[in-house]
C-alpha cells in the first residue's frame, strides 16, 4: 500500500490521509512528487487519476481524494475507531470533516501554503485582514468551541479521543500558527487555542514535521 502525497511542508491536502493512515497503525510507503516541478508535474499526471494529491494505492486500485481514503480506512481498520462511538457525536464528526474538506476557501486562499509559506518551520507571515477570512475564523472558533464543549470531556480532540476530524484540522492549526491569528479576536475564550495546541502536540505531526523539515 503507497499514499502518494505532495511536498510534506506545505501539502494540506496529503497531511490529513497520512495522519488518519498513521492512526490505523497501516503498513505503507510513502512517495512524495514534488508537484511544484515539471518532472514531478510529469509524474503526478502518470500516477494520479485527478491530477491531484494524495492518492492512496491499495489492492490495485486508486484511490484519490482525502475524504475518500478516511473513508476507506474506516472500513478497513474499524478497530482504529476513525468516527466517535456515540451516534450524535458521530453525525456531528462527519459534518465537520466534511465542512472542512469543502469549505473555508477564504482561510485558505488568504493563508495558503505553498513555497513561500509552510505549515511546518520556524518562518512566519502576517495575519490576514479580510472580511472573509475573518467569517472562516469566527465559524471555526464557533464550531471547534461547541463540539469542545459538547464532547471534548474524554480527552483532547475535537470530539475528546482523536477521530477523522482532527486530521482535516491539523492543517487548520498549522495556518493559524504560521500565520500569527490570535484566536480571541474571533470569539475564542482559549478552548479553540488549546484545541489548536492539542493538534500541533499531537506525536505523529510531530513526526510529520521532523520528516518534512528533514527533507526540506
Ligand atoms: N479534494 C482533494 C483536493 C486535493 C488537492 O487540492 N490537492 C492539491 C495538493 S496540496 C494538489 O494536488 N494540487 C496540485 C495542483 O493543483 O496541480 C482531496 O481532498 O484530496
Redesign the pocket.
Known amino acids: 500500500m503507497e499514499l502518494i502525497i ?1 511536498p510534506r511542508l ?5 497531511l ?2 497520512w495522519l488518519v493512515l498513521k492512526h490505523c497503525g497501516a503498513d505503507f510507503t510513502v512517495r512524495e512528487i514534488d ?1 511544484y516541478s515539471p518532472a514531478g ?1 510529469a509524474e ?1 499526471e502518470q500516477v ?1 487519476p ?5 492518492v492512496l494505492e491499495v489492492e490495485g486500485e486508486l484511490i ?6 478516511s473513508v476507506w480506512c474506516a472500513e478497513r481498520y474499524p478497530e482504529a475507531k476513525l468516527w466517535p462511538a456515540d451516534a450524535h457525536a458521530r453525525w456531528l464528526a462527519r459534518s465537520a470533516a466534511c465542512e472542512m ?1 469543502g469549505g473555508f476557501m477564504a482561510l485558505r486562499s488568504e493563508c495558503g ?1 505553498g513555497p513561500d509559506h509552510t505549515m511546518v518551520g520556524p518562518d512566519r507571515a502576517p495575519p490576514p485582514t479580510g472580511e472573509a477570512v475573518a467569517r472562516d475564523l469566527r465559524r471555526i472558533v464557533a464550531l471547534w468551541s461547541q463540539m469542545r464543549t459538547r464532547f471534548g470531556a474524554a480527552g483532547p480532540y475535537l470530539f475528546g479521543q482523536w477521530s477523522v476530524p482532527d486530521a482535516f484540522f491539523t492543517p487548520v492549526a498549522a495556518r493559524l500558527r504560521h500565520y500569527q491569528i490570535d484566536l480571541t479576536a474571533y470569539g475564542d475564550d482559549g478552548t479553540a487555542a488549546a484545541y489548536r495546541d492539542a493538534l500541533l502536540a499531537q506525536p505523529d505531526f510531530l513526526q510529520w514535521t521532523a520528516d518534512a523539515l528533514g527533507a526540506g
Open positions: 505532495g506545505y501539502s494540506t491536502w496529503s490529513r490521509p508537484i508535474r503526478l494520479s485527478s491530477k491531484l494529491v494524495p484519490w481524494d482525502s475524504m475518500a481514503i474538506h501554503m
